[in-house]
């Protein structure tokens, strides 16, 4: 979101909201009258990343491909990468926000380190030095307020597809979120959401060994997985939502106790069940068939306990 708003607001033009099962695809409807391309944040994974690889070749011999991104990748993935030709910003440390602002810089205006800080802080980010350093020139508390206003109205309209299209739009304009229509009672009824979950995880997850589960119907299963490491005291938290298809999509949150990199783990993990995914450290995200979500669970907590 905040990615996408700095580059509008740098360069102009179109740009698109995808996530990473839909990646390839949006890669394939480029179109030809495009002068460049700039791809924010959507880290690939081993199961499709030589088809991500080939299709960046072929772009970046139409136009300048920019790849900013904060995602694990490997020495080996990342000649491959820069193979292509395209210019590749790359670093675990910052935030995919903090990169792109970074990245172009000086085509913004003085207002668009807060589009940075606000991704910094929800990717929990924010005490990188680059982030720690902006922050200290600003209202750390209006940053915060504004941050989690923003996600919690993100997080209230999940399944509005153009929702997140109209803030970014909004963002690139550089206007703070709580002066956008209706950001603060979306913000303030999602909160209302949280509160209620945090008093069901406990009821309604279930605990294997060091990690607690929990299927939900909610569209943020970010927080829901957040919510179970509290609840349940354990180092990962995964909750987990059935999409049409047979599809089970997970999201996964780890505290300073996890001894594995959730995002390099769940990938290899997922593949193993005929699905995939990748993130960071910490967060990261998969998707596997139904059928494949005890099989996943178990080997997620093998590795744990294997690491502990």
């Given at each position: 979101?905040?990615?996408?708003?700095?580059?509008?607001?740098?360069?102009?033009?179109?740009f698109?909201?995808?996530d990473?099962?839909?990646?390839?695809?949006?890669l394939?409807?480029?179109?030809?009258?495009?002068?460049?391309?700039?791809?924010?944040?959507l880290?690939t994974?081993?199961?499709?990343?030589n088809?991500?690889?080939?299709?960046?070749?072929?772009?970046?011999?139409?136009?300048?491909?920019?790849?900013?991104?904060?995602?694990?990748?490997?020495?080996?993935?990342?000649?491959?990468?820069?193979?292509?030709?395209i210019?590749?910003?790359?670093?675990?440390?910052?935030?995919?926000?903090?990169?792109?602002?970074?990245?172009?810089?000086?085509?913004?205006?003085?207002?668009?380190?807060?589009?940075?800080l606000?991704?910094?802080?929800?990717?929990?980010?924010?005490?990188?030095?680059?982030?720690?350093?902006?922050?200290?020139?600003?209202?750390?508390?209006?940053?915060?307020?504004?941050?989690?206003?923003l996600?919690?109205?993100?997080?209230?309209n999940?399944?509005?597809?153009?929702?997140?299209?109209?803030?970014?739009?909004e963002?690139?304009?550089m206007?703070?979120?709580?002066?956008?229509?209706?950001?603060?009672?979306?913000?303030?009824?999602?909160a209302?959401?949280?509160?209620?979950?945090?008093?069901?995880?406990?009821?309604?997850?279930?605990?294997?060994?060091?990690?607690?589960y929990?299927?939900?119907t909610?569209?943020?299963?970010?927080?829901?997985?957040?919510?179970?490491?509290?609840?349940?005291?354990?180092?990962?938290?995964?909750?987990?939502?059935e999409?049409?298809?047979?599809?089970?999509?997970?999201?996964?949150?780890?505290?300073?106790?996890?001894?594995?990199?959730?995002?390099?783990?769940?990938?290899?993990?997922?593949?193993?069940?005929?699905g995939?995914?990748?993130?960071?450290?910490?967060?990261?995200?998969?998707?596997?068939?139904?059928?494949?979500?005890?099989?996943?669970?178990?080997?997620?907590?093998?590795?744990?306990?294997k690491?502990?």
């Amino acid at each position: 979101m905040a990615s996408a708003a700095l580059v509008l607001a740098a360069k102009g033009g179109t740009f698109r909201l995808t996530d990473y099962e839909q990646l390839l695809d949006e890669l394939d409807a480029v179109p030809a009258s495009a002068t460049s391309l700039t791809i924010c944040d959507l880290g690939t994974n081993a199961s499709n990343f030589n088809d991500f690889v080939s299709r960046l070749a072929d772009l970046a011999r139409r136009m300048p491909v920019t790849y900013v991104d904060h995602h694990y990748l490997t020495d080996e993935a990342k000649k491959e990468l820069l193979k292509t030709g395209i210019d590749l910003r790359h670093d675990v440390r910052d935030s995919a926000a903090m990169l792109t602002y970074l990245t172009y810089k000086e085509s913004l205006p003085e207002g668009a380190r807060m589009l940075a800080l606000f991704g910094a802080v929800t990717d929990y980010m924010d005490s990188s030095e680059v982030a720690s350093r902006m922050m200290e020139t600003l209202d750390r508390q209006f940053v915060l307020l504004e941050s989690t206003l923003l996600a919690f109205a993100l997080a209230k309209n999940a399944k509005d597809y153009s929702y997140p299209e109209m803030l970014a739009k909004e963002l690139s304009q550089m206007k703070a979120p709580h002066t956008i229509d209706d950001v603060g009672r979306e913000a303030i009824e999602q909160a209302e959401i949280v509160r209620k979950l945090a008093d069901e995880v406990g009821a309604k997850g279930t605990r294997l060994g060091r990690l607690a589960y929990m299927k939900t119907t909610q569209s943020s299963t970010g927080n829901v997985a957040k919510l179970l490491l509290g609840a349940f005291g354990v180092p990962v938290g995964v909750a987990y939502k059935e999409k049409p298809g047979g599809i089970a999509e997970f999201s996964l949150r780890g505290t300073s106790d996890s001894r594995i990199h959730l995002g390099k783990e769940i990938g290899q993990i997922a593949m193993a069940h005929k699905g995939s995914g990748g993130g960071h450290e910490k967060a990261a995200g998969c998707s596997v068939p139904t059928s494949e979500v005890q099989g996943l669970l178990k080997d997620l907590d093998a590795k744990l306990m294997k690491a502990r």
